[in-house]
T-cell receptor, first 112, second 116 residues
Framework: GENVEQHPSTLSVQEGDSAVIKCTYS??????FPWYKQELGKRPQLIID?????GEKKDQRIAVTLNKTAKHFSLHITETQPEDSAVYFC???????????FGAGTTVTVRA | GAVVSQHPSWVICKSGTSVKIECRSL??????MFWYRQFPKQSLMLMAT?????????EQGVEKDKFLINHASLTLSTLTVTSAHPEDSSFYIC????????????FGPGTRLTVT
């Protein structure tokens, strides 16, 4: 099955700086890569996603890049704000099913 | 929008008892729902795939006789934790698939289970 690795596990940034989280996946046929933000005790919220036919996608302060050759994708958050503090998960859907395989998560702390 | 609910939001039960958790898609039909378990400070781990009208498929290492899944309608899947033990205490989250082709799935708010 699909194996997703995520780095770093924790990330502390100064408000206004950028945050970057990187993930790699194992199944070269994977075609969908969502990113989720989860606050303590809450459900994961989809913040952005990218499909395998696109290399980059941006939504205001959030962007995701995908390198299919290297099998990695990254989340970029610019101009970070305290409300960006949360746990972020990358995920991938493998080629044979509709199951999400999640990375281990990154705890992002934005210092005011 | 697509709304998925879970009930209860939290439950405390005694060791050895069973607990049922419901997952409902409120404004769409879902032939497929997923059940995840999340321990503190860990990622979501897929437990099983719930298919309407057929048996659930379980991930490796998940006991199907302990975690009973029923998907009797297009809007409801239930997870029953049987003979619960303290190590079953966790955050259980479901998701419902609205569109397989577009990979649209929506998460429920989760159920916090504490077994004493």
């Amino acid at each position: 099955g699909e194996n997703v690795e995520q780095h770093p596990s924790t990330l502390s940034v100064q408000e206004g700086d950028s945050a970057v989280i990187k993930c790699t996946y194992s199944d070269s046929a994977s075609n969908y890569f969502p990113w989720y933000k989860q606050e303590l005790g809450k459900r994961p919220q989809l913040i952005i996603d990218i499909r395998s036919n696109v290399g980059e996608k941006k939504d205001q302060r959030i962007a995701v890049t995908l390198n299919k050759t290297a099998k990695h994708f990254s989340l970029h958050i610019t101009e970070t704000q305290p409300e960006d503090s949360a746990v972020y998960f990358c995920a991938a859907i493998g080629s044979n099913d509709y199951k999400l395989s999640f990375g281990a998560g990154t705890t992002v702390t934005v210092r005011a | 929008g697509a709304v998925v609910s879970q009930h209860p939001s939290w439950v405390i039960c005694k060791s050895g008892t069973s607990v049922k958790i419901e997952c409902r898609s409120l404004d769409f039909q879902a032939t497929t729902m997923f059940w995840y378990r999340q321990f503190p400070k860990q990622s979501l781990m897929l437990m099983a795939t719930s298919n309407e009208g057929s048996k659930a498929t379980y991930e490796q290492g998940v006991e199907k006789d302990k975690f009973l899944i029923n998907h009797a309608s297009l809007t409801l899947s239930t997870l029953t934790v049987t003979s619960a033990h303290p190590e079953d205490s966790s955050f259980y989250i479901c998701s419902a698939v609205r569109d397989r082709i577009l990979n649209e799935q929506y998460f429920g708010p989760g159920t916090r289970l504490t077994v004493t």
